[in-house]
C-alpha cells in the first residue's frame, strides 16, 4: 500500500502544481478556464485518494496523530506531497 501512496502522493503533486501554476494564471491573464476544467476533476480525485490512503496507511507506517496531520497537511501546500515522499516514505 506504501508503494500506492507514493504513486497518488507523487501525481497529486503534479496536478496540483500543473493546476496551481499553469492552469489558474492561463483562466485569470487570458480567460481560457478549459485547463482548469480538464486538471480540476484528475485533481480533485487524486486529492481524495491522497486523504483516504493516508488514513488507511497510518497503521502501517507507525505514524501517530501529529504526523498523520503533518502528512494531510502536506497535501493542500505546493510541494507538500514531495517533501511526505523523502521525509516519510522512502
Known amino acids: 500500500m506504501k508503494s500506492?501512496?507514493?504513486i497518488?502522493?507523487?501525481?497529486?503533486g503534479v496536478?496540483?502544481?500543473?493546476l496551481l501554476f499553469i492552469?489558474?494564471?492561463i483562466k485569470h491573464f487570458q480567460g481560457?478556464?478549459?485547463?482548469?476544467?480538464?486538471?480540476?476533476?484528475?485533481?480533485?480525485?487524486?486529492?481524495m485518494l491522497y486523504?483516504?490512503?493516508?488514513?488507511?496507511i497510518k497503521k502501517e507506517?507507525?505514524?501517530d496523530n501529529k504526523t498523520l496531520a503533518i502528512v494531510l497537511v502536506a497535501s493542500i501546500l505546493p510541494f507538500?506531497?514531495?517533501y511526505i515522499d523523502k521525509k516519510y516514505l522512502r
Open 23 to 25: 492552469a489558474t494564471p
Open 4 to 6: 500506492i501512496f507514493r
Open 51 to 56: 486523504v483516504v490512503i493516508a488514513i488507511v
Open 15 to 18: 496536478s496540483y502544481l500543473l
Open 32 to 47: 481560457d478556464a478549459s485547463y482548469v476544467k480538464m486538471l480540476g476533476m484528475p485533481h480533485g480525485i487524486l486529492f
Open 80 to 82: 507538500g506531497t514531495f
Open 61 to 63: 507506517m507507525n505514524w
Open 8 to 12: 497518488v502522493s507523487l501525481l497529486e
